[in-house]
């Protein structure tokens, strides 16, 4: 069963992990194409979908889309299994995308198919997709599974536009949280280079996931703010 957010409905057995100013509550649901998270993150929590399940990606893109009809920028990011041998390119494993509250991390990798309105959502010229090496991000989606995200923005050379330092343009999403945002995100190697590919993925790598979506969504809309 969905709830008003069109995802499932949380079991009653959550487990809560915290980090500093960041912390995780697994919903642990009883099922093996999703979960549920709450990521709080300073003063904000994100309600987390974790799915593999096309048919589960179309109802969050269906429900949040239908419920931000105004809000036309979506954070994106990716992840994959690190490289460890030369010429060696793992493919994309998550893909994870973040309007307001609400992200999706997308197991591309495990699912059984891409639904169709995730290829139409991804190629919506209405829609500005941001996050930092953004181009990259959508050229790795292209090859690997001729995804085409047709509107992006890099926010880094946003952040050197709108705050009038080049600098900005070689930032990362951790520097760019706290020059934009005030906001401080630890960005511990041990998961940057954990295991994306795994068919199930830790509290802490949604958390991570999450995290990084979320930024990419927040600081693209600070930025564009009028000032």
Known sequence: MLDQNGVPISSQ???????????????CLPYDTH??????FHTHTIHTLLTSDPSLVHSWISTNVRSNRTQLMVGLDIE???????????PVATLQLCLGQ???????????????????????PNITFVGVGIEEDAEKLLE?????????????????????????????IKSLGLRVLGLEVEKPKRVTRSRWDNPWLTPVQVQYATVDAFLSYEIGRSLSSPA
């Not at 057995?13 to 509550?25: F, K, Q, Y």
């Not at 085409?148 to 930032?171: C, F, I, M, T, Y």
Request: aromatic share 6%; charged share 15%; proline share 5%.
């Open 35 to 40: 979960n549920l998270y709450d990521v709080t």
């Open 102 to 124: 609400h992200c999706l991390v997308f197991q591309i990798l495990h699912s059984p198919s891409i639904p169709p309105s995730l290829v139409s959502f991804l190629a919506d």
């Open 80 to 90: 994959w299994r690190p490289n460890t041998q030369r010429n060696m390119q793992n």
């Open 144 to 172: 690997d599974y001729n995804l085409h995200v047709v509107n992006v923005r890099d926010l880094r050379s946003l952040a050197a536009q709108k705050l009038g330092d080049r600098e900005l343009n070689q930032a990362g």
């Open 13 to 27: 057995n959550a487990t809560s992990t915290r980090v500093a100013a960041i912390s995780v509550v697994d919903h």
